[in-house]
């Protein structure tokens, strides 16, 4: 499981990049067509990472409530009230990888209860988790980097105005 878990870290590191030079106003763009934008991309993999390896291990997630509520699959920043600070988000990206390496390593998961997700997979134990986990991030990454193309190519069209 160290491979994978390497993986989901260095994934995680390839996030922070791709947005590093991104304006909060730049990753809140939800282009044309689309029902969710960058900072959402970021909240998804992280409550969906909570939910795969913790929730249906029967542990608590280690991220606020209000995150799972706002970035559960089925979601969109277009129906928020109220917006999360993108600092507070990205405080837990790569924490929450750190604390999923120190329980796994701990072992903390004891017990897993299967699903068949979305992509048609049924994970059946942590392992089977982080895995599937793995697969999702490194789908939102390139939707991430799809979306950035998309915001800055709209900024750099003639007569608009920047972000």
């Not at 304006?23 to 969710?36: A, F, R, T, W, Y």
């Not at 979306?147 to 608009?160: Q, R, S």
Request: proline share 5%; with cysteine.
């Amino acid at each position: 499981m160290e491979r994978e878990l390497d993986l989901l870290r260095q994934t995680r590191n390839n996030f922070i990049s791709a947005i590093e030079s991104l304006s909060e106003s730049q990753m809140m763009v939800i282009p044309k067509g689309l029902n969710n934008n960058i900072f959402w991309n970021l909240g998804h993999i992280l409550v969906t990472q909570q939910l795969l390896c913790y929730r249906f291990s029967g542990l608590p997630v280690k991220v606020p409530d209000e995150f799972v509520s706002l970035f559960k699959k089925g979601t969109s920043p277009v129906s928020w009230t109220n917006t999360p600070a993108i600092a507070r988000v990205k405080s837990h990206m790569l924490s929450s990888i750190e604390d999923l390496y120190k329980d796994y390593h701990s072992g903390e998961f004891k017990q897993y209860k299967p699903f068949k997700t979305h992509y048609g997979f049924s994970p059946q134990c942590i392992e089977d988790a982080i895995r599937m986990n793995n697969v999702h991030e490194a789908l939102h990454l390139g939707m991430v980097e799809i979306l950035k193309k998309l915001v800055l190519a709209e900024e750099d069209k003639p007569g608009k105005a920047k972000i």
